[in-house]
């Protein structure tokens, strides 16, 4: 079996950041936000809603919150807590709207 590594993959990409426990609840609220309508979705520059979406990833970040809550430090805690706030806030007001 061979394994490929591209040592900074395509001429020109930006180098992925250090897997972490942050990076990983950054990335799923930046999903979240994008469905939320807030920022532009990656795949096409667009910026579209989805709310069913948005709080489906919104109930993933608050089961990781509940699975892990015994083992993150301070920092880690108020990022989760901080990031499930606002998106909780964002989707309520997104999704009283007519």
């Given at each position: ?21 942050s ?56 990022l989760?807590e ?17």
């Open positions: 079996m061979t394994q490929h590594h591209s040592e900074g993959g395509a001429s020109g990409a930006t180098p992925l950041p250090e897997v972490s426990f990076t990983f609840i950054l990335s799923l609220a930046s999903s979240a936000l994008a469905q939320l309508g807030e920022v532009p979705l990656p795949e096409s520059g667009r910026v579209e809603r989805n709310l069913p979406l948005a709080k489906h990833n919104i109930d993933v970040l608050e089961m990781l919150r509940r699975k892990t809550e015994s083992s993150l430090d301070d920092q880690e805690r108020r989760l901080g990031i499930l706030y606002e998106l909780r806030l964002k989707y309520v007001i997104l999704s009283e709207k007519p």
